[in-house]
Nanobody
Framework: QVQLVESGGGLVQAGGSLRLSCAAS????????MGWFRQAPGKEREFVAA????????NYGESVKGRFTISRDNAKNTVALQMNSLTPEDTAAYYC?????????????????WGQGAQVTVSS
């Protein structure tokens, strides 16, 4: 069973950048599509980004396109989310997830393993 642990969250001013990392253990992520989701207080969890098993295909939520970049390093068993030009609307808990769907995808139900989340707070 794959365990996922997010790191890199924190407090940043609007316009700033953060890089989230997701480290996997208990198994390799090289045969999983990987994704990031986020959940703001009082809101439903939403899709942020996904990357296919070899990294050749990525997909982004509309609100983060052009600002966020998902990447993966299968040799290190990690996935990253580079977040630039952050706004207060990006404030949320960010979750890393692994899917047996090699493309990952945008649907939460397609993901089999989830991390505990990393808090990102963007101040205005």
């Amino acid at each position: 069973q794959v365990q996922l642990v997010e790191s890199g969250g924190g407090l940043v001013q609007a316009g700033g950048s953060l890089r989230l990392s997701c480290a996997a253990s208990g198994g390799t992520i090289s045969t999983y599509g990987m994704g990031w989701f986020r959940q703001a207080p009082g809101k439903e969890r939403e899709f942020v980004a996904a990357i296919s098993w070899r990294g050749g295909s990525t997909n982004y939520g509309e609100s983060v396109k052009g600002r966020f970049t998902i990447s993966r390093d299968n040799a290190k068993n990690t996935v990253a989310l580079q977040m630039n030009s952050l706004t207060p609307e990006d404030t949320a808990a960010y979750y890393c997830a692994a899917s047996r769907d090699l493309m990952g995808g945008t649907i939460q139900g397609a993901y089999d393993y989830w991390g505990q989340g990393a808090q990102v707070t963007v101040s205005s």
